[in-house]
């Protein structure tokens, strides 16, 4: 177990226990003020991804147009209720994740990916720069079949884009959230949310990755 690389995927028999008792934050997004666990307004829509570190990730989504809420959690894995701690040690199988709640009435599933897939590298596998580990994988988990669809359809137009310019293949995890690791978004701590608005000046290495998806 212990020998095993930061960037080889964890076993679901060897990943660490964790504990039932869920992380205990804030009820209401700092920035957006809307909450963090719900209940989200009718017709609203929830969708979870990976882009490497959570901290500039959150940020991109609660910065654009139409998305109603935001939270930072561990999902992909097998420990029940990680801590940030045990998630970097790659033994839980977790991705740092970005929940995204969203009201489709007002940004497109294509603007989302439009965001996801512009501000990060999605061609290194489980890394973004110089962060190294599962943790870090791109990953985009839906929540419903119209979003795994339009998940797939998003990465085959980008992958075209990406290799016109020169560039490797995508590597990104897409599942139904459902199917990855246990299925459940654990909260990160609450330090983790909203944290580049707590800490504006903290670590981020996120932005536009020279291929434009429109």
């Known amino acids: 177990m212990f020998g095993l690389s930061k960037t080889t995927m964890i076993a679901a028999d060897e990943a660490m226990p964790g504990r039932d008792v869920e992380m205990q934050i804030a009820e209401r997004h700092v920035v957006l ?36 809420s935001t939270a930072v959690g561990y999902m992909g894995g097998w420990t029940r ?22 009201d489709p009435a007002k940004v497109s599933l294509d603007d989302l990916f439009a965001a996801f897939w512009e501000n990060h590298d999605p061609t ?29 359809a998003s990465r085959d137009r980008y992958q075209a884009l990406l290799t016109d310019k020169g560039f490797g293949p ?26 580049l608005h707590k800490n504006p000046g903290g670590y981020c290495n996120h932005g ?3 291929v434009s998806y429109a």
């Open 33 to 68: 003020g809307t909450p963090l666990k719900g209940p989200w307004p009718e017709g609203h829509e929830v969708l979870y991804v990976g882009m490497g570190c959570f901290w500039g990730s959150e940020r991109i989504f609660w910065q654009t147009d139409g998305v109603y």
């Open 124 to 152: 290194t596998p489980n890394r973004q720069g110089g962060d190294i580990g599962t943790q870090y994988r791109s990953a985009i988990f839906a929540t419903t079949p119209e979003q795994l669809a339009a998940a797939e």
């Open 208 to 210: 536009f990755c020279q």
């Open 170 to 195: 995508i590597s990104t995890q897409i599942t139904l959230a459902s199917e990855a690791g246990d299925g459940v978004f654990y909260y990160a701590e609450d330090y983790h949310q909203g944290y």
């Open 81 to 102: 209720n990680p801590t940030y701690q045990e998630t970097c040690t790659a033994q839980t199988g977790h991705a740092e994740t970005v929940q995204v709640v969203y």
